[in-house]
């Protein structure tokens, strides 16, 4: 997602900063492609109009006009601006003070609903909570069995009635058995519909009267980009939101649904899902995205993904390594493979500042492919080599390159994105890490 806006804007910011000092015009001609580009990207535009006055009104101010880097300036502006709206800081879920805090998620049919539910429930427990997962999806038999499957697999309980029951009353029976189980939070699980009608809008008002949930989230697809701002609109005027939850992130929508919506409907994003994977997702920072779209990285998400991936363990040791300039290509190896359990490449290297762009050129399947390259030099070394690649002469390498199938350069290209791992990481360790960088 974002990366037509990423690389729009980019475009825009070299050309720009390729002026030394601005004039009005600069900014003005400026501004037309950042509004175009925002447009293309199906943002709102209400909400362009509003963004790019501001930006105008900020960037034309002769502090930034004659600062020594003005087209940093203008950057800095639009970073700012991009985060207020996608709605300023992080709007966390709030517990009730007494427990358990009740959730009730509601949407469209198809936006990801149980999926997210299911999700919440294991963010909730890996918090250190007890969650209590409730089935009150009656439209068909299948959508309980769905929650059901997936609390099993993740240890979480699931209540559930017969679908001839009201959802309404299932989820009252539900808070008698939360107290039973001492859970600390109740997630409801809502039936949708294709398209937002009274029946279903009743269903959840009843639902509401009923369990009273200190927060009402709307589930909507990041996909369905307008249509998406205008469900989140309705479900608000008639049932009242405490927040959303953006689905899909991880799809290739051009990003107006999450770029408009905080703005247009005036309820905050609480999370993204970024994966059909119960572990896919994460608390939304407006700041992380905006950074994201601007190509500067989010080093915070990608470290907090690490964090979930590896365990202490493996942490402190690579560390250690890392620290004493021990590391070596089996390590490399070892963290090659765990970057991919982090989520598929395109995703990591993202939030990688100043990779962004140079990633966007590379499609994904490619990226599967250079890995198994790599796999495959790597294993074709000897322990010996592995352990101390700088023993790696011309014959060594003629010798991994036929052993795996590839050519002495390709050896050659590893040793060195190594050498340069191992000096970056070096530099990280002694808390000199490299800057982030706008581009
Ligand atoms: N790629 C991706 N797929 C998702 C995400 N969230 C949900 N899905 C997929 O979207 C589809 C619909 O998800 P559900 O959770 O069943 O949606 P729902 O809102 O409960 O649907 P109904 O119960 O039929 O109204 C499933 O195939 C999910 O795997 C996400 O963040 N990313
Ligand atoms: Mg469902």
Redesign the pocket.
């Known amino acids: 997602m974002f990366e037509v806006l990423s690389q729009r804007l980019d475009s825009v910011f070299k050309r720009l900063g390729s002026k030394g000092r601005l004039t009005e015009k600069d900014v003005d001609e400026a501004l037309r492609e950042v509004r175009l580009a925002l447009l293309e990207a199906d943002v709102n535009f209400k909400v362009v109009k509003e963004f790019v006055a501001k930006l105008r009104e900020r960037s034309l101010d002769t502090q930034v006009l004659d600062s020594l880097a003005p087209a940093q300036h203008v950057i800095k502006i639009v970073n700012e601006e991009l985060i207020a709206i996608l709605g300023g800081g992080p709007s966390h879920l709030v517990a009730a003070s007494h427990p358990p805090t009740i959730v009730m998620l509601v949407?469209l049919?198809?936006?990801?609903?149980?999926?997210?539910a299911a999700k919440l429930a294991l963010h909730l427990k890996r918090s250190g909570y007890r969650p209590l997962l409730v089935a009150a999806?009656h439209r068909r038999p299948a959508?309980i069995d769905?929650l059901v499957t997936l609390g099993k697999q993740l240890d979480v309980p699931v209540y559930r009635e017969d679908t001839s029951a009201k959802p309404a009353s299932v989820c009252a029976h539900a808070l008698k058995r939360a107290n039973e189980l001492a859970a600390t939070w109740v997630i409801a699980d809502t039936?949708?519909r294709l398209h937002i009608d009274e029946a279903m809008m009743e269903e959840a008002a009843e639902i509401k009267r009923e369990i009273k949930p200190a927060e009402v989230l709307l589930?909507v697809d990041a996909m369905t980009g307008q249509d998406a701002v205008r469900a989140a609109e309705e479900f608000h005027a008639k049932l009242g939101l405490s927040g959303l939850i953006l689905?899909?992130?991880?799809?290739d929508a051009r990003g107006g649904a999450a770029l408009s919506i905080k703005s247009v409907a005036g309820v905050p994003i609480k999370f993204i899902?970024?994966?059909?994977k119960s572990d896919?997702l994460e608390t939304f920072h407006p700041d992380r995205l905006a950074s994201r779209i601007l190509g500067m990285g989010d080093m915070l998400t990608l470290i907090e993904r690490a964090e979930r991936t590896f365990d202490e363990e493996q942490v402190k040791r690579l560390e250690k390594k890392v620290r004493h300039a021990t590391l070596d290509m089996e390590d490399f190896l070892e963290q090659l493979r765990q970057m991919q359990e982090m989520g598929p490449l395109s995703q990591l290297v993202e939030m990688i500042p100043g990779l962004s762009t140079i990633a966007r050129h590379a499609p994904a399947e490619v990226d599967e492919r250079i890995l198994k390259k790599v796999e495959a030099i790597i294993l074709s070394m000897t322990p010996q080599e592995r352990r101390n690649p700088d023993i790696i002469d011309g014959s060594r390498k003629r010798r991994i390159a036929r052993g795996s199938g590839t050519t002495p350069q390709d050896v050659n290209q590893l040793l060195n994105q190594f050498r340069q791992t191992r000096k970056l990481m070096k530099q990280m360790a002694r808390g000199r890490g490299p800057r982030p960088i706008f581009r």
């Open positions: 949407g049919q198809g936006s990801g609903k149980t999926t997210t999806d959508a769905q039936g949708g589930v689905t899909k992130m991880d799809g899902g970024t994966g059909e896919a």
